[in-house]
């Protein structure tokens, strides 16, 4: 995954190539920075701020009558020439952010083998329908089983078909819980619903622009359905979608497409499987009124490969480039590592309004349009050469990340790093390699060093974390260099 980094306003950073622009650090995108040209200017501004300052503390502070904060459970809230909050508007009490450590890790007690899910695509609201084969870790011994899940309503549980009784199970904000499961296999339904149009967390699925989209890493599948949303738990998955084929006329999901057809009150469905297993934070469903760039890549193998490009219709003639990328690191991965593509299909979806940069969910990668788009009236090569290596990137995760993925989010540099290496390499070997390293080390120095310096410096494999999604930094750089040292 990479993050897509907006330059501040004003800044030089706005003047200069997508390469600059392309980082896995987060960078102070809402600022705003009023351009000084002249040096002399910046001492004018630094003379008279010091003296603003010394001003200042020389003066008493006047004193300005303030309200009173009024206290309502643990947060302050002034009281301002407004309403008085009706009672039923009141906060609810705010959980206590729970930290994850490393040393705490443990295989789960259930796993899955494969998913089933069911999508109904609504104007109002979504329902999502799971069908789970668990097994337990240790055959025979039954211990409960504690599934994720946010913002969820829980529709009905069966288990072996059977609907569970309340005290069978508990639910609260953050966990499904099955009090005495089965000690052996067994099948587990769930139905829920969801709203993805109130949806602006931008994790799980959400509705943008008129698209449905989803964004899973690193925690965002449960927000989808109750599951064990953790790396480690692997399922082969089946999708089936349906919604209003006037309004989503485009209904994609991960794997190979299976069946499709027509239903009834102007609905239709698609059915994909994926054959292989993967966690669920590479689970990808897109819905909506796009338009693709159609073209196939014969493998090593003599396999046909076909290969689509979904972006809104106006901007499909700007993915001639993309296509070529995508077909170049296909080639690229077999010729170097031996790595074939191990499905029949793979799309990409570019639109406007995805939240992070890219994501390599398995077969249905998801970009920003920034990544994918580009033409020669407007895109420097620069830009040519970004679209190149982030589109080599989220394909080389096929093998490094997806096939072969990491046990927990601790250790998230080791896939980030490994595809970082490859994409490094694919852009070297088709360009300059020295370069794209000048490059490379340019923009580890620029963001990395000054995160190692700083509140925010941790170890390649970090010993703790509140929020996985603050991991998402030039730290994955750094992992680069390690690995190059073996």
Known sequence: MARLILPCKGSSLSKTCLL??????????????????RSRDI??????????????????IP???????????????????????????????????????????????????????KFTLGEESTIVASKIAVYPRVEGQSSPLVLDGRDLKLLSVKINGNPLKEEDFHVDSRHLTLKSPPSSKFTLEIVTEIYPQKNTSLEGLYKSSGNFCTQCEAEGFRKITFYQDRPDIMAKYTCRIEADKSLYPVLLSNGNLIEQGDLEGGKHFTLWEDPFKKPSYLFALVAGQLESRD????????RKVSLRIWTPAQD????????????????????????????????????PDFNMGAMEN??????????????????????????????????????????VTCRDWFQLSLKE????FRDQEFSSDLGSRPVKRIADVSKLRMYQFPQD??????????????????????????????EEEF
């Open 43 to 60: 001492c004018r501004y630094k003379q008279y701020l010091t003296s603003e300052v010394t001003h200042w503390r020389r003066c008493q």
């Open 295 to 302: 073209d196939t890549f014969t493998t090593c193998s003599g």
């Open 63 to 117: 004193h300005f009558p303030l309200v009173q904060p009024r206290r309502i459970d643990r947060r302050l809230i002034c009281s301002v020439a407004t309403e008085p909050l009706p009672k039923e508007v009141e906060e609810s009490k705010m959980e206590a952010p729970k930290e994850i450590f490393l040393k705490d890790y443990k295989q789960p007690d259930y796993y899955f083998d494969t998913l089933d899910l």
């Open 453 to 482: 310096a700083g509140p925010m410096a941790h170890p390649v494999r970090p010993h703790s974390y509140i929020k996985m999604d603050n991991f998402y930094t030039g730290k994955f750089q750094l992992t680069v260099c390690i």
């Open 362 to 403: 398995k077969s249905l990668n998801i970009f920003n349009s920034k990544l994918v788009l580009a033409s020669p009236e407007t895109a420097t090569d620069a830009d040519y050469a970004a679209i190149l290596g982030v589109i080599g990137h989220e394909y080389f995760h096929n093998w490094t990340g997806n096939r």
């Open 316 to 351: 499909l003639p700007k993915t001639e480039h993309a296509m070529y990328s995508l077909k170049a690191a296909m080639k690229w991965d077999e010729d170097v590592f031996g790595r074939e593509y191990d499905l029949d299909l793979f799309n990409i979806v570019a639109v």
């Open 417 to 420: 790093g490994l595809t970082v």
């Open 20 to 37: 600059g622009l392309i980082s896995n650090a987060p960078f102070q995108a809402s600022c705003r920075v009023t351009p000084v040209g």
